[in-house]
């Protein structure tokens, strides 16, 4: 017999069936662990519960935007890291073309939509021509490099106002 089967025999002697341990099994140890959900989740507010996670600078443009606006906007917050996921309403622009009234808007309220995202980050997407009237996208790049995953639609209605705008951060390409 080869040196290393006989080891694996003699060895097969000792060891009782089972090779039972002081180490819990691995069925035992699925039992034992209790089902966690993932930390990652999103968790999309609106309504009041929205309008109450925004600080005092926010909300006072908020209100503003309300001003403008004449009745009250709608909000979806990203409950964990506050940002604005989306705005909708028929607010009033600015501007020659509909690229110039959605810049003229974050350089307004690009705070009220995620306070750590400077608007200047933003840059106009490439789109398809059937939309260069009736949205405008942008990307945003940090220092030349592009944020995989995070975009903002802004779009409009036929009087040129701002209809509905999202806010979007893959967090998936994080």
């Known amino acids: 017999m080869k040196p290393r089967l006989l080891s694996l025999c003699l060895l097969s002697l000792i060891l009782p069936a089972g090779c039972s341990s002081d180490h819990p099994s691995t069925d035992e140890l699925r039992e034992a662990t209790p089902a966690r959900e993932p930390e990652?989740?999103?968790?999309?507010?609106?309504?009041?519960?929205?309008?109450?996670?925004?600080?005092?600078?926010?909300?006072?443009?908020?209100?503003?935007?309300?001003?403008?606006?004449?009745?009250?906007?709608?909000?979806?917050?990203?409950?964990?890291?506050?940002?604005?996921?989306?705005?909708?309403?028929?607010?009033?622009?600015?501007?020659?073309?509909?690229?110039?009234?959605?810049?003229?808007?974050?350089?307004?309220?690009?705070?009220?939509?995620?306070?750590?995202?400077?608007?200047?980050?933003?840059?106009?997407?490439p789109q398809d021509p059937s939309c260069y009237e009736s949205a405008v996208v942008f990307d945003r790049v940090i220092e030349g490099i592009p944020v995989a995953g995070s975009r903002m639609t802004i779009h409009f209605n036929d009087a040129h106002e701002i209809e509905k705008l999202n806010d979007y951060l893959d967090r998936r390409s994080q």
């Open 40 to 125: 990652s989740q999103t968790q999309l507010v609106t309504g009041d519960r929205a309008r109450e996670l925004l600080d005092g600078g926010r909300r006072e443009l908020l209100e503003q935007l309300e001003r403008e606006y004449g009745a009250r906007v709608e909000l979806v917050i990203e409950a964990r890291s506050r940002s604005v996921v989306s705005i909708t309403g028929k607010f009033p622009t600015h501007g020659d073309t509909v690229e110039q009234r959605a810049v003229g808007f974050l350089e307004i309220y690009q705070i009220l939509i995620d306070p750590l995202v400077p608007s200047k980050e933003y840059v106009l997407a």
